[in-house]
């Protein structure tokens, strides 16, 4: 290696020579400029930790080392950007799963077949049948399905406890032989 005077003369060396180097090696690598920056102050500030020892380092060596620094950290940050992905991507698949769950038609359809539901429509009589519907069915609220119905929204909550009751009783005789 070449004389330096000093140790910050040395370093600058290093510094002239290997930066741009060490930011293309981290870039080609992680294909992020970000993270290619991030990776090439790591590599210098690994290089200071290291600086007694590498003063001793021929050129080759020296070189060898960076590039061997450089390659380790980048495929190090590199995988830690793949696990997030792998990571945020099992979170959307299982937060689409959860928002199809609370989809109640969705649900209501997973959870009752035709025959249920015809079984159930002979149960509930006017006007249960209908305030079942349009809050199961449509996802209207009290409110709504009281301007629709043209009665108070106390009466439709009750009809709607009233509705479940019913549907809960036929439901649960069909799945649990209680009928």
């Known amino acids: 290696m070449k004389n330096h005077r000093t140790d910050k003369e ?11 180097k060490i930011f293309y090696q981290a870039l ?11 990776i090439t102050q790591e590599v210098f500030e690994q290089l200071y930790s290291d600086f007694e020892s590498i003063k001793k380092f021929n050129d080759l060596h020296l070189k060898k080392f960076i590039i061997k620094t450089t390659k380790n950290k980048s495929i190090d940050l590199y995988r830690k950007n793949n ?33 249920e539901i015809l079984d159930i429509s002979k149960q ?5 049948l209908h305030v079942f519907l349009y809050r199961v069915y449509y996802g209207l609220s009290n409110k709504e399905i009281a301007k629709i119905m043209d009665s108070k929204e106390a009466t439709v909550r009750k009809q709607f406890e009233r509705a479940k009751n019913i549907v809960k ?11």
């Open 83 to 115: 696990t997030r992905i792998k990571y945020l991507e099992t979170y959307k698949t299982k937060k689409n799963n959860n928002e199809e769950d609370n989809n109640v038609n969705d649900y209501v359809d997973k959870m009752i077949s035709e025959q």
């Open 28 to 38: 080609s690598i992680l294909n992020n400029k970000e993270q290619a920056e991030d």
């Open 124 to 128: 509930l009589k006017e006007p249960y």
């Open 169 to 179: 009783k036929v439901i649960g005789g069909i799945h649990y032989g209680k009928e």
């Open 10 to 20: 040395f370093f600058e060396y290093v510094y002239d020579i290997y930066e741009q």
